[in-house]
């Protein structure tokens, strides 16, 4: 294949969860605007329809389907909704749906450790189980977990959010031992610090720890979405069919201070 070919995603069939906003909606727009059929999952169906409806205006259309990640017994019924909109067949997945909540160890609640780990760590599993089993048939796949500079360090005052992206890091790998032999790759994105909803208040709430995090990034900057449209694109594609089992960093070199 020459690179052109390698790149080609055109007709391939995606998931993206947290594809509504943030991050995963650029990443559900790089495959989109790459060629794919994408069905973005969330949990506002007004924030996702306005989304589809954006991504959708030029190019093919993009699907939709609301489901709370949370609800860990009804990820099944979910992804059976989802994949029945894409015909039956699904070539990528990106986990990329996260929540976050900050507080001291000590005073952590557990209810939001139960909330943190069942959205980012056990849905990815659940979904990507699922998943697995469609393209494990189909002999072909690809799956693209959303990690954290937290699978690396462990930071303060997030002790569930840390441990759920330590997890999806081992997560990755321990999927890829069993799966890439039988053509499925998994692989995780880690996003740096990044300016999203997610970490938004940390500029107007703590401008001086905002201001130490932008002077350790050798870019000079936090991340965007963009950032990460290239390699969701690279990991969707015949590109990366050698690579599984990285956790990329998207960092702007954060990590090799
Ligand atoms: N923003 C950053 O700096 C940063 C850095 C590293 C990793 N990440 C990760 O990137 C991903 C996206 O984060 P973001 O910053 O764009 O946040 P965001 O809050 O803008 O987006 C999160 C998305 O997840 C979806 N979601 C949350 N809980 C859900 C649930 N129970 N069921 C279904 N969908 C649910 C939301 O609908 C939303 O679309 C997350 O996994 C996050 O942990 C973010």
Redesign the pocket.
């Known amino acids: 294949m020459n690179v052109k070919e390698l790149f080609d995603i055109e007709g391939k069939k995606a998931i993206v969860?947290?594809?509504?906003?943030?991050?995963?909606?650029a990443m559900a727009e790089a495959l989109h605007e790459a060629g794919a059929e994408v069905l973005i999952?969330?949990?506002?169906e007004s924030?996702l329809a306005e989304a589809a409806r954006e991504m959708g205006a030029e190019g093919a259309p993009v699907l939709y389907e609301p489901?709370?990640?949370?609800e860990l017994d009804k990820i099944k019924q979910l992804y059976e909704r989802a994949l029945a909109k894409l015909g039956g067949r699904l070539d990528i997945l990106v986990n990329?749906?996260?929540?976050?909540y900050r507080a001291f160890a000590e005073e952590f609640p557990f209810d939001e450790w139960q909330r943190v780990i069942a959205?980012?760590l056990s849905?990815v599993f659940r979904l990507s189980q699922l998943a697995g089993r469609t393209m494990l048939a189909q002999g072909r796949g690809k799956i693209i977990n959303?990690?954290?500079?937290t699978s690396f360090f462990g930071s303060e005052r997030i002790p569930a959010?840390a441990a759920s992206?330590g997890g999806v890091a081992q997560l990755t790998k321990a999927l890829a031992n069993e799966w890439t032999s039988r053509g499925v790759c998994v692989n995780a994105v880690?996003?740096?610090?990044?300016?999203?909803?997610?970490?938004k208040d940390i500029k107007t709430t703590n401008p001086r720890y905002y201001e130490e995090i932008t002077g350790r990034i050798p870019a000079h900057r936090w991340?965007r979405?963009e950032d990460l449209k290239g390699v969701t694109v690279f990991l969707s594609s015949a590109a990366s069919d050698y690579i599984s089992g990285a956790v990329i960093p998207v960092d702007g070199g954060y990590l090799g201070k």
Do not use: F, H, W
Request: one cysteine or more.
């Open positions: 969860t947290g594809g509504g906003r943030g991050l995963c909606r999952i969330g949990r506002n924030v489901g709370d990640l949370g990329g749906a996260g929540v976050q959205v980012n849905a959303v990690a954290s500079m959010y992206k880690a996003p740096g610090y990044m300016e999203t909803a997610l970490t991340g979405a």
